[in-house]
């Protein structure tokens, strides 16, 4: 549902596309499920797919959220991922890893002409990380319901 969010929305909110659903999504799952390897498919599937969904080479958010889901989940046995400031942090600390792997892959491998903005950057991961906050939140609702 978030990569349907995440690829529709901006189009009707121009704002929300500082937002990454996909990704707080997969730190979410990497660090609930606490296992590397669940971790890493869970990011490549859904970076992946949103792959598909975008007007870039199939590839580049697929390495990026494989890379954050599995530190996420290997953090995520570390830490205790129930607090809501370490949550913060973790959120903060992978979107500008997802960034930075974003980054280089389109510019190195795809050739790419991007443009980075340390600012932009820690703003955006700012937001993500406040939206995550809220995000993790419902989501912890839903786990314990069911």
């Known amino acids: 549902m978030a990569l349907f969010i995440q690829a529709f929305l901006p189009r009707k909110l121009p704002f929300f596309s500082i937002f990454d659903l996909p990704l707080l999504v997969t730190i979410f799952f990497a660090m609930a499920r606490r ?5 890493l498919l869970t ?4 970076g992946l797919t949103q792959d598909m969904l975008g007007i870039y080479p199939i590839g580049i958010y697929g ?3 494989t890379v954050v889901g599995y530190g996420a989940s290997s ?3 570390k830490l ?5 400031g370490a949550r ?6 992978f979107y500008l890893v997802h960034s930075a792997v974003y980054f280089t892959v389109a510019r190195g491998l795809v050739n790419l002409t991007l443009n980075w903005s340390w600012g932009r950057g820690v703003l955006a991961g700012l937001a993500n990380a406040f939206l995550g906050m809220v995000l993790y939140f419902v989501l912890d609702r839903f786990k314990q319901r069911a």
């Open 35 to 39: 296992n590397p390897v669940s971790g």
């Open 43 to 46: 990011g490549a599937v859904i």
């Open 63 to 65: 390495i990026a959220k």
């Open 75 to 77: 953090l995520g046995v």
């Open 80 to 84: 205790d991922v129930e607090n809501a």
């Open 88 to 93: 913060l942090l973790v959120t903060l600390g």
